[in-house]
Structures are given as structure tokens and as C-alpha cells.
């Protein structure tokens, strides 16, 4: 049995990727504070420690690394509404939170989460880990201000000088994960329309709507991410830094219109442009990953289409609803 520490384990993918570790018998130690997770992601077991604390504290990041033999550091201010709120502490969590991760755990091997943000507002529907990322591209997609992204970006800085250092570190860019337990309050696309649709409110469309994005299934995700941490391959550079995502692409008019009918909800659908909500910053137009690198080194990985997640979600849905 090892023993794996999960920073944000309490949030949406931590919570996925926790409990196959925990039916995987692995112990687990997860270290989270609670801003945007939740205590009741995650279930009680003898294997697994949950410390409340932050990634920015030395003392609890010190508690959290005893003893661990692997790190997947995914602690982060995620979802539009709350990075454009706060933007540095969503920097910061990535910057320093990541320094003192990678400070207080010696040469253990670490998994780092950083995100297809920090492509910036690249528009095209095939961006390859060979596309240059720089601090500059990255804070474009901040608004120019340094927030979620470039936070990311200094995140892959210091995974680099580990990996200079001789330090086994994989570095993943996830593209748009959806499924049961994201949270609708940050401004994450798939939950707020079902969230909407059961509510009768309108579901709101950014500019035209026909920005296209591609969704990617977190059982699927996660069970992508283990064979990755399995595969020697991608430990070794230049392989580990790895675009991570599906490539079904789907606009944004076209989602609203199949979770509204497909939930026979009588929700109006309103565009408004981006920059009401969100002045001084851009919307991405296409986002859409090259995942030839993720093929070579696992397979070909056969993502559910978006209709097919929103039907499982709205299945577990109805299901929950009748346990209560
Ligand atoms: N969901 C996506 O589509 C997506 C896309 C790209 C990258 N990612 C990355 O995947 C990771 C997980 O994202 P998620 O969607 O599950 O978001 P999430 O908000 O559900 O999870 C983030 C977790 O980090 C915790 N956290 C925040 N600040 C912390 C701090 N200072 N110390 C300790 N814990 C802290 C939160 O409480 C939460 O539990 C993040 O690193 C995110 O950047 C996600």
C-alpha cells in the first residue's frame, strides 16, 4: 500500500480521483481548505486523512507530506466567477502554494495541475503541448492581470526546476472536465444550466454562443490520469507535459439547447456579451486539445461525448432525488 497526498482533494476532480485511490486500497492523505471543496465530497475511511488547512500555510503543508510517496497537487482557486474576484490569492495559491509543496517534499514524485488556460486565448481547435506558452500569453487570458492562469504558468515554471533538479514531476493541462460534484457556484458552464433548468431561470449565453469547447468526462479523466502516473513514459521529459481532454467539440448554443430539452425546462436562454460580466478580459473562442502526445503514451482514451455525460449526470440526478 502507498501513501498518496492529494492537495484539493475535497473539490470536484480531487473527490474522483480520491475515491479510486481509496478503491484502489492506497492511503490517502488529503490537504484542503475548503474554499471552493466541500467535507461532503468525500466519504469517511480508515484510509483516508483530510487536514482542513491551506497550501499556503508552511506548518499544515509540513503535516501533509510525512511519510507520502506520491503527491497529485491539484489544490486551486478554480471557476471564472471567483478568479476574476480574486485574483491574486487565485495566483497565488498557485505560485506559492506550489513552492511550498514542492520545498517541503524532497525528491516525491509529483503530479502538478496546471490548465489549458495557459495556452491564453489561443483560437485554434488543435493547440499541441509544442505551442509555445509564455507569462505574457498566459496573463492574456487573465485580462492582464496576473490571476488563475499565470498563477499556473509560475506553476509549470517551478515544476521545470524540480525536473532540472532530477525530480520525477509530471505536469498535466486538463481541458474542460464535467461530472457528478462540480460545483455551479464558480461559473462553471455544464452545472449552472442544470442547476437553471431545474429552476425555470434563464441560462445565460456569453456573446454569440457559437464559441466551441470540448467536455471531458472525469471518470474517464481520472481513470486517464492513473494509467499516466503508471506509465514510465510519462515521467520522462519532453513527454510529461501533457494536454489532457476530449475532442467531441460542441458550441455553446448547442449545449444549452440539449440540456433545456433534454431536462424539459422552460428556461429561457439570453446572450449577453462577455464583457458585462467580465470587463477587460476576452472569451476563449475554440478550445479543443491536440492529444496525440496522451495517445502515444496510454491509448487511445474513449471519451463519452458531452450528450452522453449530461444523460449519466441527469440519470444520477433523478436517482438522488428519489433517494432523499
Ligand atoms: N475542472 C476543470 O475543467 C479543470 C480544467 C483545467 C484544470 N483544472 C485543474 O484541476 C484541479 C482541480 O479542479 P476542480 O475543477 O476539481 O476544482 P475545485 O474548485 O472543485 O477543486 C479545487 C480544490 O482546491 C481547494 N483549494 C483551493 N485553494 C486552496 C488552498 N489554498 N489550499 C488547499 N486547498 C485549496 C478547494 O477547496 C477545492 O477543494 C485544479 O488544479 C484546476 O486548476 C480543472
Given at each position: 500500500?502507498?501513501?498518496?497526498?492529494v492537495t484539493g482533494g475535497c473539490g470536484?476532480?480531487?473527490?474522483?480521483?480520491?475515491?479510486?485511490?481509496?478503491?484502489?486500497?492506497?492511503?490517502?492523505?488529503?490537504?484542503?481548505?475548503?474554499?471552493?471543496?466541500?467535507?461532503?465530497?468525500?466519504?469517511?475511511?480508515?484510509?483516508?486523512?483530510?487536514?482542513?488547512?491551506?497550501?499556503?500555510?508552511?506548518?499544515?503543508?509540513?503535516?501533509?507530506?510525512?511519510?507520502?510517496?506520491?503527491?497529485?497537487?491539484?489544490?486551486?482557486?478554480?471557476?471564472?466567477?471567483?478568479?476574476?474576484?480574486?485574483?491574486?490569492?487565485?495566483?497565488?495559491?498557485?505560485?506559492?502554494?506550489?513552492?511550498?509543496?514542492?520545498?517541503?517534499?524532497?525528491?516525491?514524485?509529483?503530479?502538478?495541475?496546471?490548465?489549458?488556460?495557459?495556452?491564453?486565448l489561443a483560437a485554434t481547435t488543435d493547440?499541441?503541448?509544442?505551442?509555445?506558452?509564455?507569462?505574457?500569453?498566459?496573463?492574456?487570458?487573465?485580462?492582464?492581470?496576473?490571476?488563475?492562469?499565470?498563477?499556473?504558468?509560475?506553476?509549470?515554471?517551478?515544476?521545470?526546476?524540480?525536473?532540472?533538479?532530477?525530480?520525477?514531476?509530471?505536469?498535466?493541462?486538463?481541458?474542460?472536465?464535467?461530472?457528478?460534484?462540480?460545483?455551479?457556484?464558480?461559473?462553471?458552464?455544464?452545472?449552472?444550466?442544470?442547476?437553471?433548468?431545474?429552476?425555470?431561470?434563464?441560462?445565460?449565453?456569453?456573446?454569440?454562443?457559437?464559441?466551441?469547447?470540448?467536455?471531458?468526462?472525469?471518470?474517464?479523466?481520472?481513470?486517464?490520469?492513473?494509467?499516466?502516473?503508471?506509465?514510465?513514459?510519462?515521467?520522462?521529459?519532453?513527454?510529461?507535459?501533457?494536454?489532457?481532454?476530449?475532442?467531441?467539440?460542441?458550441?455553446?448554443?448547442?449545449?444549452?439547447?440539449?440540456?433545456?430539452?433534454?431536462?424539459?425546462?422552460?428556461?429561457?436562454?439570453?446572450?449577453?456579451?462577455?464583457?458585462?460580466?467580465?470587463?477587460?478580459?476576452?472569451?476563449?473562442?475554440?478550445?479543443?486539445?491536440?492529444?496525440?502526445?496522451?495517445?502515444?503514451?496510454?491509448?487511445?482514451?474513449?471519451?463519452?461525448?458531452?450528450?452522453?455525460?449530461?444523460?449519466?449526470?441527469?440519470?444520477?440526478?433523478?436517482?438522488?432525488?428519489?433517494?432523499?
Open positions: 500500500m502507498s501513501k498518496v497526498l470536484f476532480i480531487g473527490s474522483h480521483i480520491v475515491e479510486h485511490l481509496l478503491n484502489t486500497n492506497q492511503e490517502v492523505v488529503v490537504l484542503d481548505d475548503l474554499s471552493t471543496g466541500s467535507r461532503s465530497n468525500l466519504p469517511t475511511h480508515e484510509n483516508l486523512n483530510i487536514i482542513i488547512g491551506s497550501v499556503l500555510d508552511k506548518e499544515a503543508v509540513n503535516e501533509a507530506v510525512q511519510g507520502v510517496d506520491l503527491i497529485l497537487h491539484m489544490a486551486s482557486y478554480v471557476g471564472m466567477k471567483l478568479v476574476y474576484k480574486e485574483p491574486a490569492q487565485s495566483y497565488n495559491v498557485s505560485k506559492i502554494g506550489t513552492e511550498n509543496i514542492l520545498k517541503a517534499s524532497g525528491d516525491t514524485p509529483i503530479l502538478l495541475f496546471s490548465t489549458s488556460a495557459v495556452y491564453g493547440i499541441s503541448e509544442d505551442n509555445k506558452i509564455s507569462l505574457e500569453r498566459a496573463q492574456s487570458y487573465d485580462g492582464d492581470v496576473k490571476s488563475y492562469s499565470s498563477g499556473k504558468w509560475e506553476l509549470e515554471q517551478l515544476g521545470h526546476q524540480a525536473i532540472a533538479a532530477g525530480r520525477k514531476v509530471m505536469i498535466i493541462r486538463p481541458f474542460n472536465v464535467i461530472g457528478e460534484r462540480q460545483s455551479a457556484a464558480y461559473g462553471m458552464v455544464v452545472p449552472n444550466f442544470m442547476k437553471n433548468c431545474n429552476t425555470g431561470i434563464p441560462l445565460t449565453i456569453y456573446d454569440d454562443g457559437e464559441q466551441t469547447r470540448s467536455f471531458s468526462c472525469v471518470k474517464t479523466f481520472t481513470k486517464t490520469i492513473f494509467k499516466l502516473l503508471e506509465s514510465d513514459d510519462a515521467w520522462v521529459s519532453p513527454n510529461n507535459i501533457i494536454n489532457i481532454g476530449s475532442h467531441h467539440i460542441i458550441s455553446i448554443n448547442k449545449l444549452a439547447h440539449y440540456i433545456k430539452t433534454k431536462m424539459q425546462a422552460s428556461s429561457p436562454i439570453e446572450y449577453i456579451p462577455y464583457d458585462t460580466i467580465f470587463p477587460n478580459k476576452k472569451d476563449v473562442r475554440h478550445r479543443i486539445p491536440d492529444t496525440k502526445l496522451l495517445t502515444k503514451l496510454v491509448g487511445e482514451v474513449n471519451w463519452p461525448t458531452v450528450e452522453e455525460i449530461i444523460d449519466g449526470l441527469l440519470v444520477h440526478e433523478r436517482a438522488t432525488a428519489q433517494a432523499r
